[in-house]
C-alpha cells in the first residue's frame, strides 16, 4: 500500500491549500521545561544574572519566535496573529515557560506556541550559561525538557 502524504504532490513539497477552511478564532498553550542549577534559580529570583532580567528577555524572544514560526517551519502558513502571552513559573530547580498564542484563521496556533516556548527556554539558557557551565565549559545538569501542547481549541468569534 502507498503512502498518501499532505505536502507531497509529484514529489515536490507542497503547502497544504487551506483556502476553503473556516476563518475562526483558533487557540494554543504550551508548555517546557528547563533544569537548572540551585544557585542559577536564585540568581533569576534575586535579579542578579549578569545579562540582565532573564524573564523578560526571554518573554520578548519567544513573542519573536511566535511571529516567525513561518520563517523558521518550512511548510507553516503566515497567520494573523491576534495575541500571545509568555509566563514563567519555578518549581525548584525547573523553570517552566508557558505560551498562549491565539489567531483569528484558517490554521491551528499550535506550531507558533511550540516554537514560542522553544525559544524561550533557549533564551533562558543563554541569559544564565555562565552560570550553569562546569570547569570544563560544559552543562552537566542543564537541560530543556518536556515541550508539548497542553491544549489546542477552536471557537466560535460569537
Same mark, same amino acid.
Not at 48 to 55: A, D, I, L, M, Y
Not at 120 to 134: H, P
Given at each position: ?5 499532505? *505536502? ?5 513539497? /507542497?503547502? =497544504? $491549500?487551506? &483556502?476553503?477552511?473556516?476563518? !475562526? #478564532? +483558533? ?49 507553516? *502558513? ?5 495575541? /500571545?502571552? =509568555? $509566563?514563567? &513559573?519555578?518549581?525548584?530547580? !525547573? #523553570? +517552566? ?62
Amino acid at each position: 500500500m502507498e503512502a498518501t502524504f499532505t *505536502h507531497i504532490e509529484n514529489d515536490r513539497a /507542497v503547502m =497544504v $491549500d487551506i &483556502s476553503k477552511k473556516d476563518i !475562526i #478564532v +483558533r487557540k494554543a498553550i504550551a508548555s517546557g521545561e528547563i533544569v537548572l542549577n540551585d544557585a542559577t534559580i536564585e540568581k533569576i529570583r534575586s535579579g542578579s544574572v549578569e545579562k540582565g532580567n532573564v524573564f523578560s528577555t526571554a518573554r520578548v524572544a519567544s513573542i519573536l519566535a511566535v511571529k516567525k514560526t513561518p520563517e523558521l517551519i518550512p511548510m507553516c *502558513h503566515q497567520i494573523p496573529i491576534t495575541k /500571545v502571552d =509568555v $509566563d514563567f &513559573s519555578i518549581h525548584g530547580n !525547573i #523553570v +517552566r515557560a508557558t505560551v498562549e498564542v491565539r489567531s483569528v484563521g484558517k490554521t491551528g496556533v499550535e506550531m507558533e506556541a511550540l516554537t514560542g516556548v522553544s525559544v524561550a527556554l533557549l533564551t533562558v539558557w543563554d541569559m544564565v550559561k555562565s552560570a550553569e557551565k562546569d570547569e570544563t565549559g560544559n552543562y552537566p545538569a542543564t537541560g530543556i525538557q518536556n515541550i508539548k501542547v497542553l491544549e489546542k481549541v477552536k471557537m466560535n468569534q460569537n
